[in-house]
Structures are given as structure tokens and as C-alpha cells.
């Protein structure tokens, strides 16, 4: 059985990333939820990016796999670079 508070502890915490991660289940996708707060040029906090991580499970791998990673998308570029941070840091599988 998939256990989310066990999954949590490996997710991302930190540059940016300072809430508590959220989870729920959309048919056979398990999604996991956070805010990513970013900073301007001048290191103020300008802006709250809500995003998700859906992970959906594989039969060829046995395990969940990333499939989705969706954020609010803001015209400054302060949240330059959340993208790639998430696909660095989230785990492919759990």
C-alpha cells in the first residue's frame, strides 16, 4: 500500500520550497503539493508559486513515476528556474 507521509520526507524542502508538502489521489495518480516562494533581485519574497508533482504508477517498473510537474506561471522572473530545480530534486520514483 502507498504510504505519502513516508514519500513526504524525501521531497524537497527548502530554497524556496518552506511549506509543508501536500497529497492527494486523482484516480490512479498520486499527486503531491507545495508552495515555492520566490525572491527578487533584491532577496525580498515577491512572489508564491503553488505547484504539484503527479506521479502515476508503472507496471514496467513497479514503482510511481514522475509524469507531471505544473506551477503557476508568474510575467516577472522570479520564479526563473523552479522548473528545472523540481525536476532536479524531485524523485523519478517512489
Known amino acids: 500500500m ?3 507521509e513516508k ?3 524525501n ?11 501536500g497529497f492527494s489521489i486523482r484516480g490512479e495518480t498520486s499527486v503531491f503539493s507545495n508552495i ?6 533584491d532577496g525580498m519574497y515577491c512572489h508564491n508559486y503553488y505547484f504539484e508533482v503527479e ?3 508503472s ?8 509524469i507531471i510537474i505544473s506551477f503557476d506561471e508568474c510575467e516577472c522572473e522570479c520564479g526563473y ?7 532536479d530534486t ?4 517512489i
Open 59 to 66: 507496471e514496467e517498473n513497479l514503482a510511481y513515476q514522475s
Open 11 to 21: 521531497l524537497p524542502h527548502g530554497s524556496g520550497i518552506n511549506g509543508d508538502w
Open 81 to 87: 528556474g523552479l522548473q528545472e530545480y523540481l525536476e
Open 2 to 4: 502507498f504510504a505519502p
Open 55 to 57: 506521479y502515476k504508477w
Open 90 to 93: 524531485m524523485p523519478e520514483n
Open 36 to 41: 515555492f516562494y520566490a525572491m527578487n533581485e
Open 7 to 9: 514519500h513526504k520526507a
